[in-house]
């Protein structure tokens, strides 16, 4: 009988210990506006990208690439106030062509999460 209270013990220790460990994980990107891959008919006038979590305000970039490699944003990347998930820039008029968005947030769990998407913008 003191092995079974014992070993019933051990185990229900074991399972409140482990069950109550915090689980973190790296934020992901699940919206953009513009959308991954889209094409466009006119030049956004700003950048937005959710993520699954809430995101660190230290050290977020976000950044729009032409087809050169030059940088086109106006480098004024916000954090939403509301929705800590929700980072976005704003754009001057682009031309057409393709260009890359990427971007830097540091997740929940402190681990720093990078990333890149495409958009191509096509006008008449």
Known sequence: M??????????SFLILTTSSLPVFSHAIMVKSQPEENATLNSSPKQIDVWFNDKVGNE???????????????NKDVQQELLDASHIYCTTPSLSSGTYTIRYRVVSIDTHIVTGKFKFTIKTP
């Open 59 to 73: 050290y977020k970039a976000l950044a729009v690439i032409d087809n050169a490699g030059n940088r086109v944003d």
């Open 2 to 11: 003191y092995y079974l209270k014992k070993t019933v013990l051990s185990i």
